[in-house]
């Protein structure tokens, strides 16, 4: 196959070949220079969702992506680095207490962020909450507060793996999203791009997450592995459930405050095991002996927070906005609660006006829902479960048809589901 | 999936389903309108190429496909109407000799046809080598040629199936081209449109055809038979060897003086014997009782070609332009031609200026292949096989350079070689 014949190279990929290195990096030189047309990477990336990728043309596709922007060189900070990436979940407010936690033991934490879409939060989002808080820092800044305090959460450059940003916008349009090669290297191009030396991915299962099946989310997580440990960036794996949301709350302003309780040696028992069990996995990464509940339970992590809000000109004082209680849903029959659908929950949110549809939309700091009792609880009938809260009583319907069916009640208490599933890497 | 969002849509197809008739309806008013991108479009194309369609699912993109223009009524012109198509060979001049024939034996043939494009060459490309011939009508002529003369061989109209045309653009830059659903219906939109009530599909088989299988020439011609029934036009089917050049001559000018040897009576075997056998086909479609060879024995076949030709001002006495002969390719040794492949003959043609590259491109009347010994033939070391004409020497090494390897000499008579391969429907 000539590199420099786009029909050649889709038909070889159509007909289940692999794509030699050269071609991937023409390839890709040519569709950011407008060589090779949107409706020829189209029919790639549906020949890809239907033959799939090698490992090594997968590395070197995301070799590619990586390469049509800067990797960010965090060497000379003076602290290991070490980053998360969860696949997205409801309820999902890890990183805002992971970061600082992490970070008041001695890593560099470099969470470049993008924006939330969908059903699921984005950490951005949650943190815009804050009064004063900002999002998009230069690089330089990025820099400093990683050599300063260990850590940033931030909007990830335009700088950062710009031919995904085109690649994913087409995925979009052309029901080419759901590959895993292709989410796989999505992900990693934009983390290996941020110069982490390693990295936790957090691929969650279940019905509030991407992948509902144990099967694919492992592939997922062994070919993301594959391909930080192609680049230079050792990566370890956490499977997660997500058939129920993380936690009580679900929304913005409402994790803030419930990650500020984990962070402050309370909070949900499930929330905090999660942070503690990630924790663990990027102090083993980064080469750090420390014990993460204890920074939890004596105040370094919440001291750290309140550095890292206040260093992008975040008041960690200042209150967080308080929705009204719009409606609550309540308990079909007594008994317990064996099921509460977080796919349910975090359409909910999102109608509320937690989340977005579109890249571009903004969100409500208030919307959100918060989990009065969650799988394991007693209830009578008729008493709370959910609570919807907000600003905007005209999308309160749209939040309780997502719900409908939401909640299993039974007469025995469930057994008690496992959060990790299993380590990988 | 909602008919209105084309991403459901390309979903839906990449995960195997079947798409409605209104989808399918929807889709092609959508993609028309521009409210479908090509991207979109491209990618629904390779999940089509992956997953295929059902016959009835096909039977309505079809006639999607002929609904986005006219479908001629060609009711009215007091002759059965019937058409034939052939897939493309090398040297297959066989509509030249069998339009004159059928329409002198009482049937009306509407053959209204595409240009060549690669190495097989187009049936207008060869008559427009006749000094003076047209090939472009108003549909008023289409319909008067076929009422007062029995036929016509002249460009299909922009107003037939003209979603064909782009889907057709499109498929050549994604490489979805080779797909038994979209070339069916790409062929049988054209030919359902034109409004002839039956049709003969020449489908060949060989080194030289666009299918050089057989499991999958028989597969594309059940797929158009069952496409035309679903559509009201009576269809057969013939699988035809495309392992060897038809005739002795590949080219333009040098094919139609080979037509007017068999539609005198003479010319080669092979050429004689197919426009016999598809002949009958065709007759025996319409409903006509009658004797073709005789036909073109006792110059009626002749009287009628004369006729068409002076129709679209073409001179039947004007001399036809000849080339130089450029190059000989000579036997590589003593014994029976075995082999003489009709991919290379035909690229050589091509090659030659006989065929075009792109849409649009000129192409030459004069340049060709003349093959001098084909299989079977007795030949000494030396002797020529073949031999090229034109008028460019330029481009004489291109075209050897195809014919390497493309003769084989062995001591044994090799076994004869059927023409028509099967007969369906």
């Not at 990096?25 to 047309?37: E, M, T």
């Not at 596709?61 to 900070?77: E, K, Y």
């Not at 895993?180 to 110069?195: D, W």
């Not at 906005?321 to 909910?348: I, K, N, Q």
Request: glycine share 12%; net charge negative; proline share 6%.
């Amino acid at each position: 196959m000539s590199a420099l014949d786009p029909v050649a190279v889709i038909a070889a990929k159509r007909d289940g070949g692999r794509l030699p290195d050269e071609t991937i990096r023409w390839l890709f030189d040519a569709y950011l220079a407008g060589q090779v047309a949107e409706e020829q990477m189209a029919a790639l990336l549906m020949a890809i969702v239907w033959r799939g990728m090698e490992p090594a043309e997968l590395a070197a596709w995301t070799g590619a992506m990586i390469d049509s922007g800067v990797r960010l060189d965090l060497s000379g900070i003076g602290r290991p680095t070490v980053d998360k990436h969860s696949t997205g979940g409801v309820g999902d407010k890890i990183s805002l207490i992971l970061v600082p936690l992490v970070a008041a033991l001695g890593a560099a934490v470099p969470q470049l962020s993008g924006r939330g879409l969908g059903h699921t939060g984005g950490t951005l989002d949650k943190l815009e909450s804050i009064p004063g808080w900002r999002a998009d820092l230069p690089l330089s800044e990025v820099r400093a507060s990683l050599a300063e305090l260990g850590g940033v959460i931030c909007a990830a450059s335009a700088d950062l793996a710009p031919a995904d940003r085109r690649l994913y916008a087409l995925r979009d349009v052309t029901a080419t999203v759901e590959s895993i090669p292709l989410i796989a290297s999505s992900i990693m191009s934009k983390k290996i791009a941020e110069g982490t030396e390693a990295l936790l991915l957090d691929v969650k299962v279940g019905s509030g997450a991407f992948m509902t099946e144990l099967g694919a989310a492992r592939r997922l997580a062994e070919t993301m592995i594959a391909l930080g440990e192609a680049h230079g960036v050792r990566t370890a794996a956490l499977l997660t459930a997500m058939d129920t949301p993380l936690g009580e709350a679900a929304g913005n302003a409402v994790e803030v405050a419930e990650s500020l309780e984990v962070l402050s040696g309370r909070g949900p028992a499930d929330v905090r095991a999660l942070v503690v069990a990630e924790a663990e996995v990027m102090l083993r990464l980064a080469g750090i002996d420390a014990d993460p509940a204890a920074a939890l339970d004596d105040g370094r992590a919440l001291a750290k927070w309140r550095e890292l809000i206040g260093r992008q000109g975040g008041d960690p004082d200042a209150p967080l906005p308080a929705g009204r209680e719009l409606a609550v849903v309540t308990a079909p029959a007594s008994g317990y609660v064996t099921r509460l659908d977080a796919r349910a929950v975090g359409v909910a949110a999102w109608r509320l006006g937690a989340g977005r549809a579109r890249p571009g939309d903004s969100v409500s700091a208030t919307a959100g829902v918060l989990c009065v009792a969650k799988p394991g609880a007693e209830v009578e009938k008729g008493a709370p479960v959910l609570r919807l809260v907000g600003d905007d009583p005209s999308r309160v319907d749209a939040a309780l048809d997502a719900l409908r069916g939401a909640i299993g009640i039974g007469p025995e208490l469930p057994p008690p589901a496992p959060l990790v599933i299993e380590s990988l890497g």
